[in-house]
């Protein structure tokens, strides 16, 4: 597979005057001049007048030195300044500075990379293809296959660079909400050119806007509509039998303006809108992003491999929602599980792969690149998954789906002894958890 590096060489090769123009990075917004006070101000200079910080110009450190806070900021110059050209570096950094700033910073500075090999995208390279998903994802590089498939193949199969920079921009704009303590001001003037619209018609796009323009302290968010959400969710995920599917339908059914196959995923996005204007809340800021999580994971083609990431990232606004998110993770792990056992039966292995490398990843579990790139059970695929889960190593079927329901009885049975688990999500949780035990 060849480096960043190598592709960037590819790039200069093909002659960027040959790119289309719709296919060239935005220009940065122009950038109003910045005094360095403190964290807000520090974090304004360095997005330099472009919200998703492709092109970075992080204060010098004596500056940061001279206020609290800045850590992350600091050591994301650092990285900046080393400037390493192996993804894995940059999604170790990201794992170290969860909840930080420091993950939208390093986040739009992977997607500048990619931008920078558009050359060769364009061109059908498919082992800059490949580096692009190593650049905007967690997962881990492996030695490239022999006759690899292609691992985007849950986006397009071939990608284009269109779908990619469009993938990268969600992805790294998420980046900004992984955690409550961001200052967001210069990042939502920034977002309101209409160069961004594409952006900021995204809820999280609209949670930034919100939660910067919102008063301080915010009034408390109504999050009643966000449970029953999850509650609904939780059922879906945990009902296997005839009977426990039925009564879940006619739940749904039963949602305030239910219609067509499937109201779940329409009114998950109905819950993040509404939380949308409640974002002044961290309660509420990161129940939209929950909320829009579910609705993304309940719609029927998987568009990234972070739906479960935004989970975890939503739970670190408040500890009711921790709870919550460990919730969600839970029964996004068991419903990509249930797919995969699916898929296995009836020769349809691939279409689970997507859904079930997201779970793990929310998780924070390795996974490599070359379980999408298989696309079929094979020893290496199971051993990839066994390690994943934190079993030992395994080649077979058997051995894959015991560590996987190993690992989802660990985090149902984590979570049936939380005694602020609501009452009526109890049995679920324990039906799932009964099911899990090998």
């Given at each position: 597979m060849p480096s960043l590096s190598a592709a960037l060489l590819l790039l200069l090769a093909c002659g960027v005057r040959e790119i289309p123009e719709h296919l060239k990075p935005d220009a940065p917004t122009s950038a109003q001049a910045v005094v360095v006070v403190d964290l807000p101000t520090a974090f304004a200079a360095t997005l330099a007048g472009d919200p998703l910080a492709r092109r970075p110009r992080p204060?010098?450190?004596?500056?940061l030195a001279a206020f609290p806070g800045a850590e992350p900021l600091r050591d994301f110059t650092a990285l900046t300044r080393a400037a390493p050209t192996d993804p894995a570096a940059w999604s170790a950094f990201e794992r170290e500075r969860r909840g930080t700033l420091a993950v939208g910073l390093a986040r739009g500075w992977r997607l500048g990379a990619v931008e920078a090999m558009i050359g060769p995208l364009a061109q059908g390279d498919e082992a800059a293809a490949r580096t692009a998903l190593l650049w905007l994802?967690?997962?881990?590089?492996?030695?490239?296959?022999?006759?690899?498939?292609?691992?985007?193949f849950f986006v397009g199969d071939p990608v284009s660079p269109e779908q990619l920079r469009a993938y990268g921009e969600r992805w790294a704009l998420r980046g900004f909400l992984d955690g409550p303590d961001t200052p967001l001001e210069e990042l939502a003037r920034l977002l309101g050119d209409t160069t961004y619209d594409r952006l900021t018609s995204e809820i999280e796009g609209q949670v930034i806007l919100s939660r910067a323009s919102a008063p301080r302290p915010a009034p408390p968010a109504a999050l009643?509509?966000?449970?029953?959400?999850?509650?609904?969710?939780?059922?879906?995920?945990t009902a296997d039998s005839d009977k426990e599917q039925a009564a879940h339908r006619a739940r749904v059914l039963a949602l305030p303006g239910a219609s067509g196959a499937d109201p779940l995923p329409a009114?998950?996005?109905?819950?993040a809108a509404g939380l949308v204007p409640q974002a002044g809340d961290d309660e509420g800021a990161g129940g939209a992003l929950l909320a829009v999580g579910l609705a993304r994971w309940l719609e029927v083609r998987p568009e990234a491999l972070d739906r479960a990431d935004t989970f975890a990232a939503a739970g670190r606004y408040s500890p009711r929602l921790q709870l919550w998110a460990d919730v969600a993770l839970a029964a996004a792990l068991k419903d990509a599980i249930?797919?995969?056992?699916?898929g296995l039966k009836h020769e349809r292995f691939a279409e689970a792969l997507p859904r079930l490398a997201d779970a793990l990843l929310g998780l924070g579990a390795p996974v490599d690149i070359s379980l999408l790139e298989r696309r079929a059970p094979i020893h290496g695929a199971w051993l990839t998954l066994t390690r994943?889960?934190?079993r030992p190593d395994g080649t077979t079927q058997e051995e894959g789906l015991t560590a996987l329901r190993a690992l989802l009885g660990a985090?149902?049975?984590?979570?049936s002894t939380r005694p602020e688990l609501p009452a009526e999500w109890a049995p679920w949780v324990a039906r799932a958890q009964r099911r899990a035990t090998p």
């Open positions: 204060p010098d450190d004596a500056t994802s967690g997962l881990r590089d492996a030695p490239t296959l022999t006759v690899p498939y292609s691992p985007w009643g509509d966000l449970e029953r959400l999850l509650g609904l969710f939780l059922e879906r995920a009114y998950a996005r109905s819950v249930d797919r995969l056992e699916v994943a889960a934190g985090r149902l049975a984590a979570l």
